[in-house]
């Protein structure tokens, strides 16, 4: 079993800055993918950022060059730096970890961008 914990999520205004984390625990593999997604009601979930093992990282078109994914392989641990917030931005945010032909997800952290 793999369990994801996801934490930085709050209320912020336009133009600020959040940090996402997620703690991974459990069996974990060599070689897996973690992402960060989002989704905003009455939207389906879409990928916000990827990265490999090996770091190479992966934006979703409306978020590259404002956000930045990073990941820590000996902690089993992904960061997501959000800058420059756009109310667009408002969603819950879910923690991915994908592995042997599976994904496993967190319990989600919202992140409300509003003045």
């Known amino acids: 079993q793999v369990q994801l914990v996801e934490s930085g999520g709050g209320l912020v205004q336009p133009g600020g800055s959040l940090r996402l984390s997620c703690a991974a625990s459990?069996?974990?593999?060599?070689?897996?993918?973690m992402a960060w997604y989002r989704q905003a009601p009455g939207k389906e979930r879409e990928l916000v950022a990827s990265?490999?093992?090996?770091?190479?990282?992966s934006y979703g078109p409306s978020v590259k060059g404002r956000f930045a994914i990073s990941r820590d392989n000996a902690k089993n641990t992904v960061s997501l730096q959000m800058n420059s917030l756009k109310p667009e931005d408002t969603a819950v945010y879910y923690c991915?970890?994908?592995?042997?032909?599976?994904?496993?997800w967190g319990q989600g952290t919202q992140v409300t961008v509003s003045s």
């Open positions: 459990g069996s974990i593999f060599s070689g897996n993918v």
């Open positions: 990265i490999t093992s090996g770091g190479l990282t």
């Open positions: 991915g970890l994908a592995q042997g032909g599976l994904r496993h």
